[in-house]
């Protein structure tokens, strides 16, 4: 590092570091068929940032820490609810099996009032929007996010949650190859 005449001053120019330059990159259809074979689990993540509740369904939430508790997720921007999601201090992901394939596909259906059916949801005393009988929910403070492409990588503090039914009591739902799939005790090889 060059010296300075104040030794706690990085002389380095602040802001983002300039973009990495790697002469080829996948093409968006190589990208997609090859993700099409890694299967991942499905999720629907609700808020409202005061306009009204919205709800997607996502594939991409993962546990990053016990200690704290930490899970991350990422948005497309061409969701019609990432404009809420983006603003919310406060999100609720909902873990879903197979009994909750019903709200996967309304989660992932575009152009329809999620929230419609005033008896499948309802709102935590803390404000946020709920779906009831789920596998397990678990309401999460926002810390972080990251541009990243076309999404938003956000990361979340896990506060409150609730166990519907135990993972040895439910099949996991898993998206794959474009369609859901089960996983279960019949799926299992090892």
Same mark, same amino acid.
């Given at each position: 590092?060059?010296?300075? !005449?104040?030794?706690? $001053?990085d002389?380095? @120019?602040?802001?983002?570091?300039?973009?990495p330059?790697?002469? =080829? /990159?996948? %093409?968006?259809?190589?990208?997609?068929?090859?993700?099409?074979?890694?299967?991942?689990?499905?999720?629907?993540?609700?808020?409202?940032a005061?306009?009204?509740?919205?709800?997607?369904?996502?594939? !991409?939430?993962?546990? $990053?820490?016990?200690? @704290?508790?930490?899970?991350?997720?990422?948005?497309?921007?061409? =969701? /019609?609810? %990432?404009?809420v999601?983006?603003r919310?201090?406060?999100?609720?992901?909902?873990?879903?099996?197979?009994?909750?394939?019903?709200?996967?596909?309304?989660?992932?259906?575009?152009?329809?009032?999620?929230?419609?059916?005033?008896?499948?949801?309802?709102?935590?005393?803390?404000g946020?929007?709920?779906?009831r009988?789920?596998?397990?929910?678990?309401?999460?403070?926002?810390?972080?996010?990251m541009?990243?492409?076309?999404?938003?990588?956000?990361?979340?503090?896990a506060l409150?949650?609730?166990?519907?039914?135990?993972?040895?009591?439910?099949e996991?739902?898993?998206?794959?190859n474009?369609?859901?799939?089960?996983?279960?005790?019949?799926?299992?090889?090892g």
């Amino acid at each position: 590092m060059p010296s300075s !005449s104040h030794p706690d $001053v990085d002389p380095r @120019p602040a802001g983002p570091a300039p973009a990495p330059h790697f002469g =080829s /990159s996948l %093409s968006a259809d190589e990208f997609k068929a090859l993700f099409r074979g890694h299967p991942g689990g499905v999720a629907v993540i609700t808020a409202d940032a005061g306009d009204g509740p919205v709800a997607l369904t996502a594939t !991409s939430v993962a546990s $990053v820490s016990t200690e @704290p508790p930490l899970l991350i997720f990422s948005i497309s921007a061409q =969701s /019609s609810a %990432s404009d809420v999601l983006l603003r919310a201090e406060t999100v609720v992901v909902h873990l879903l099996d197979t009994q909750d394939l019903e709200l996967a596909k309304l989660g992932a259906t575009s152009e329809i009032d999620r929230f419609a059916q005033p008896d499948r949801w309802s709102r935590l005393v803390t404000g946020e929007p709920v779906y009831r009988d789920v596998r397990a929910w678990v309401r999460c403070a926002v810390i972080g996010r990251m541009d990243a492409g076309g999404s938003t990588v956000v990361a979340a503090h896990a506060l409150q949650y609730e166990l519907g039914r135990d993972a040895d009591d439910s099949e996991a739902l898993v998206y794959h190859n474009r369609t859901w799939h089960r996983l279960g005790e019949h799926s299992r090889i090892g």
